[in-house]
């Protein structure tokens, strides 16, 4: 009997043990149209910790692919001439379902490669060669003892809409999303940027003291409106479940109430009436306010969302604007945001300005000091979008910093599928949108950014809602036909590769990559607690032997699989 009883005991211990295992790193892989998603449901979501390093010799490899891996894990040593082959497949994968996802005899050519551009191919186009290429090879070389910018943190966008979808959730599997995204065993975030009543992702236009118009004390703005109630809510309850200690919120204002605007509308061609700037002014200060009474502090504030939206994209942009030129943006942050802000308990809350494209720097902040040189003083920081940014080089972001080297430097807004080109709205499991987040965040963190925010947390299926059916893809969508499961993308993963294991104040160090397909791109940081971080890039459609010389570690070799993403730890 006793016998039996340990047995069955045992039997328990290991079905805990199982569970507990998989709960805490398994993908519960899905197949879709476009490629592969992660679901998670209130019983079960895929997390990952952090990875011991038990020797100084040692590494840890996170590894994700094109062909299933996610978050996969590899352990080895700086030993030379030993080769550690990543294998590329996903062990719920079937063996015929991994034979199709990899051809080496198909190799993508893209309009950024010599060969496209003489023959015209798109990004999208595949072509055969008759050979089979069965691996390349490449090296990597750390210099730790050349550093560049610091790390602020990565992050996503709470806006109405993501309030919206989460209020519907169960709230077992709202936490499942919190702890998904700001949780230490999820993807690390550590920033939030909100809007200042309304945003293109809300279901309808709104802002604060609509009424009564042409009320210059906003005397209607005494407390917060419901919606930004249900976002506390939700952000409280993100900070309890997921324990983060410094939660850097952000807010940015879309458009003021239509009686501040010369053309007394949401959006269109507008500017702000100069005989509410300091009532604009006003307006950021209550809201700051009004949080802090919630008990949200409010890390930082921008001059206001992409603010040639109401200058020269009016004709496209149906959303909430609000226009401004170098010039008035100037005079308004010198004689009223400024000052109010430094005046006030809030002097401590930073200040980024533009919050716009790459295509406008570094003009627009040349033209503000052309107006009034003090008016940087009050700048913090500078704030860019992404959505142009494979047509404007990162030249530009190079000749800002050489001007404000001062500045802190945010991405503070991306998404995929808002070109008309683009499929508006998610492409459910698309590893090449996956990518196109990789190269960007490597571009922009190998040109001094200090940090990233993504746009919304999560969508719905058709990439919404909001009231102008501005439908775009997202790292999660909900399944909103029963809202009892959602999907991690491979977008999930890829923002993952850097946010979760590139801690805040992490330094930039030296990385050189030599690489005779140019298809292996690398950034790497140091530390806090001093391990060394490289996230990896192997774009070619076919796998590729890394050499990894450190002038401390030594020297090891990968084999990483083709179309993957990695990020090797090692002390």
Same mark, same amino acid.
């Given at each position: 009997?006793?016998?039996?009883?340990?047995?069955?005991?045992?039997?328990?211990?290991?079905?805990?043990?199982?569970?507990?295992?998989?709960?805490?790193?398994?993908?519960?892989?899905?197949?879709?149209?476009?490629?592969?998603?992660?679901?998670?449901?209130?019983?079960?979501?895929?997390?990952?910790?952090?990875?011991?390093?038990?020797?100084?010799?040692?590494?840890?490899?996170?590894?994700?692919?094109?062909?299933?891996?996610?978050?996969?894990?590899?352990?080895?040593?700086?030993?030379?001439?030993?080769?550690?082959?990543?294998?590329?497949?996903?062990?719920?994968?079937?063996?015929?379902?991994?034979?199709?996802?990899?051809?080496?005899?198909?190799?993508?050519?893209?309009?950024?490669?010599?060969?496209?551009?003489?023959?015209?191919?798109?990004?999208?186009?595949?072509?055969?060669?008759?050979?089979?290429?069965?691996?390349?090879?490449?090296?990597?070389?750390?210099?730790?003892?050349?550093?560049?910018?610091?790390?602020?943190?990565?992050?996503?966008?709470?806006?109405?809409?993501?309030?919206?979808?989460?209020?519907?959730?169960?709230?077992?599997?709202?936490?499942?999303?919190?702890?998904?995204?700001?949780?230490?065993?999820?993807?690390?975030?550590?920033?939030?940027?909100?809007?200042?009543?309304?945003?293109?992702?809300?279901?309808?236009?709104?802002?604060?003291?609509?009424? &009564?118009?042409?009320?210059?004390?906003?005397?209607?703005?005494?407390?917060?409106?419901?919606?930004?109630?249900?976002?506390?809510?939700?952000?409280?309850?993100?900070?309890?479940?997921?324990?983060?200690?410094?939660?850097?919120?952000?807010?940015?204002?879309?458009?003021?109430?239509?009686?501040?605007?010369?053309?007394?509308?949401?959006?269109?061609?507008?500017?702000?009436?100069?005989?509410?700037?300091?009532?604009?002014?006003?307006?950021?200060?209550?809201?700051?306010?009004?949080?802090?009474?919630?008990?949200?502090?409010?890390?930082?504030?921008?001059?206001?969302?992409? &603010?040639?939206?109401?200058?020269?994209?009016?004709?496209?942009?149906?959303?909430?604007?609000?226009?401004?030129?170098?010039?008035?943006?100037?005079?308004?942050?010198?004689?009223?945001?400024? &000052?109010?802000?430094?005046?006030?308990?809030?002097?401590?809350?930073?200040?980024?300005?533009?919050?716009?494209?790459?295509?406008?720097? &570094?003009?627009?902040?040349?033209?503000?000091?052309?107006?009034?040189?003090?008016?940087?003083?009050?700048?913090?920081?500078?704030?860019?979008?992404?959505?142009?940014?494979?047509?404007?080089?990162?030249?530009?972001?190079?000749?800002?910093?050489?001007?404000?080297?001062?500045?802190?430097?945010?991405?503070?807004?991306?998404?995929?599928?808002?070109?008309?080109?683009?499929?508006?709205?998610?492409?459910?499991?698309?590893?090449?949108?996956?990518?196109?987040?990789?190269?960007?965040?490597?571009?922009?963190?190998?040109?001094?950014?200090?940090?990233?925010?993504?746009?919304?947390?999560?969508?719905?299926?058709?990439?919404?809602?909001?009231?102008?059916?501005?439908?775009?893809?997202?790292?999660?969508?909900?399944?909103?036909?029963?809202?009892?499961?959602?999907?991690?993308?491979?977008?999930?993963?890829?923002?993952?590769?850097?946010?979760?294991?590139?801690?805040?104040?992490?330094?930039?160090?030296?990385?050189?990559?030599?690489?005779?397909?140019?298809?292996?791109?690398?950034?790497?940081?140091?530390?806090?607690?001093?391990?060394?971080?490289?996230?990896?890039?192997?774009?070619?459609?076919?796998?590729?032997?890394?050499?990894?010389?450190?002038?401390?570690?030594?020297?090891?070799?990968?084999?990483?699989?083709?179309?993957?993403?990695?990020?090797?730890?090692?002390?």
């Amino acid at each position: 009997m006793k016998r039996n009883s340990l047995l069955f005991n045992l039997l328990i211990l290991l079905i805990i043990v199982y569970f507990v295992d998989t709960t805490n790193s398994q993908c519960d892989l899905v197949e879709t149209k476009y490629g592969l998603v992660c679901r998670c449901s209130t019983d079960y979501c895929d997390y990952l910790e952090e990875p011991k390093l038990e020797a100084d010799t040692s590494w840890f490899m996170i590894s994700s692919s094109k062909n299933g891996l996610r978050f996969h894990q590899t352990e080895g040593k700086f030993t030379a001439g030993t080769v550690t082959k990543i294998e590329d497949y996903h062990k719920n994968a079937t063996p015929k379902s991994r034979e199709e996802r990899f051809n080496p005899d198909a190799i993508m050519v893209d309009n950024r490669n010599s060969l496209g551009k003489i023959f015209g191919f798109g990004p999208s186009n595949v072509f055969s060669l008759p050979i089979r290429l069965a691996k390349s090879s490449a090296s990597i070389t750390i210099n730790r003892n050349k550093t560049y910018q610091k790390i602020t943190g990565f992050g996503g966008a709470f806006t109405g809409t993501v309030a919206y979808l989460l209020d519907k959730l169960k709230p077992e599997l709202q936490d499942h999303l919190y702890k998904s995204y700001y949780h230490k065993d999820g993807i690390g975030y550590n920033m939030i940027r909100t809007s200042i009543g309304g945003c293109d992702f809300d279901l309808e236009p709104w802002a604060y003291n609509e009424m &009564p118009q042409n009320d210059a004390t906003l005397s209607n703005f005494t407390q917060l409106d419901k919606r930004d109630i249900l976002k506390v809510e939700q952000i409280k309850r993100l900070q309890r479940v997921t324990a983060i200690k410094d939660l850097k919120i952000m807010a940015a204002a879309w458009s003021p109430p239509p009686w501040m605007k010369t053309n007394n509308n949401w959006t269109g061609f507008s500017q702000l009436k100069s005989t509410y700037y300091q009532t604009w002014a006003l307006y950021h200060l209550k809201f700051l306010e009004l949080m802090q009474a919630k008990n949200i502090t409010i890390w930082a504030i921008s001059t206001g969302n992409e &603010p040639l939206n109401g200058v020269i994209g009016w004709f496209f942009v149906h959303f909430m604007s609000l226009g401004w030129t170098p010039r008035n943006q100037a005079i308004y942050l010198n004689d009223y945001l400024g &000052p109010m802000l430094r005046k006030s308990q809030f002097k401590d809350v930073l200040i980024f300005g533009n919050d716009d494209q790459r295509y406008t720097y &570094p003009t627009w902040f040349e033209r503000m000091n052309a107006t009034n040189p003090e008016s940087l003083k009050y700048l913090d920081g500078l704030a860019v979008h992404w959505y142009w940014d494979d047509v404007f080089g990162p030249e530009l972001i190079d000749n800002t910093m050489k001007l404000y080297p001062d500045k802190l430097l945010l991405n503070t807004e991306s998404c995929v599928g808002d070109k008309p080109w683009q499929t508006h709205g998610p492409e459910l499991g698309s590893w090449e949108r996956g990518e196109q987040y990789i190269k960007a965040f490597l571009q922009d963190l190998q040109h001094n950014f200090n940090g990233w925010i993504d746009w919304n947390l999560l969508l719905d299926e058709k990439g919404g809602p909001n009231y102008v059916n501005n439908f775009v893809d997202a790292p999660i969508v909900v399944n909103t036909s029963n809202y009892s499961e959602f999907y991690k993308q491979p977008m999930f993963y890829s923002i993952g590769h850097f946010s979760k294991f590139i801690w805040p104040d992490s330094k930039r160090i030296d990385v050189k990559v030599t690489s005779l397909q140019q298809s292996l791109s690398a950034v790497g940081f140091q530390r806090s607690d001093g391990v060394i971080v490289v996230v990896i890039f192997n774009s070619a459609s076919i796998p590729q032997d890394i050499t990894l010389n450190d002038g401390i570690r030594g020297t090891t070799i990968v084999n990483v699989p083709p179309r993957s993403i990695h990020t090797m730890l090692y002390k």
